[in-house]
């Protein structure tokens, strides 16, 4: 939707969105999960910046390359996956050091 | 049919993570927490979405979608720049905050202005992609 490529698809990418929003609003309800609870809101965007211009670049995320690539053996899921753990790992231990709570 | 299964795909979609813990985002920063106290359930939801869908994949060749259309076809195999580039990218703002975008959008009903705020500067940063992927593309140095 954010790049225009839906064309006539639309409403049923908008059904799919919404059902994605409103079935774990439901859920909450009975199953509460933590959510980037008291998170700084510069860190919020920025993290929030990184993900989106992240996974346009690379063309995919943790379903993306990560269950869709992979269960196709695509080397390219493979070798994303790889490194956004990696990146991951990186940034929670930065983030451990940052905060002494290593 | 098109929009009923939409509304499937979406709400497995929104219920299999949230179940899983994969929209936790303390849970996800304990999966990627490998040099402190790892958490390493998160790999099993993988792992176990991975095994349905690798026999879908093997289902597809010679076959056509029962709703219309076309099943897209494999993506060029190459591992470029911009896969390497963001895929860092992806994985440093996964890390700071505990983030994919699937839960981004699951959680913004109950995430408060926590994801709101992340899911307005996602789209931000779809929407700068494009530049930062012509940027990219034309630094120097071999791709």
């Known amino acids: 939707m954010v790049d225009r490529s839906a064309g006539g698809a639309w409403p049923e990418r908008l059904a799919f969105l919404g059902a994605l929003v409103a079935v774990p609003a439901v859920l909450q309800v009975g199953m509460p999960v933590d959510i980037a609870t008291a998170q700084a809101p510069v860190l919020l965007i920025l993290a929030g910046i990184c993900v989106g211009i992240g996974t346009s670049i690379a063309n995919g995320c943790t379903s993306g390359h990560g269950v869709c690539g992979i269960s196709r053996f695509s080397p390219r899921g493979i070798v994303a996956t790889l490194v956004y753990i990696g990146a991951g790992a990186l940034t929670v231990l930065a983030l451990r050091v940052v905060l002494g709570g290593l | ?91 440093v703002g996964w890390g700071l905050i505990g983030l994919c975008p699937g839960p981004a959008i699951a959680s913004l009903t109950y995430g408060g202005w926590n ?26 140095g071999q791709a």
Do not use: E, N, Y
Request: proline share 7%; no cysteine.
């Open chain 2, 1 to 91: 049919m098109r929009i009923i299964l939409a509304l499937v795909a979406g709400s497995l979609f929104g219920a299999g993570p949230h179940i899983s813990g994969m929209t936790d985002t303390t849970k996800v920063q304990g999966f990627l927490d490998f040099f402190g106290a790892w958490d390493v359930t998160l790999a099993f939801v993988m792992g176990g979405a991975i095994i349905p869908m690798a026999i879908a994949w093997r289902m597809v060749p010679g076959r056509a979608p029962l709703v219309g259309g076309s099943f897209a076809p494999a993506p060029d195999p190459a591992l470029d720049r911009r896969l390497i580039a963001g895929s860092i990218l992806f994985g």
């Open chain 2, 115 to 140: 994801s709101a705020l992340f899911m307005i500067a996602m789209l931000g940063g779809m929407i700068m992609a494009p530049a930062a992927a012509r940027r990219l593309d034309s630094m120097s």
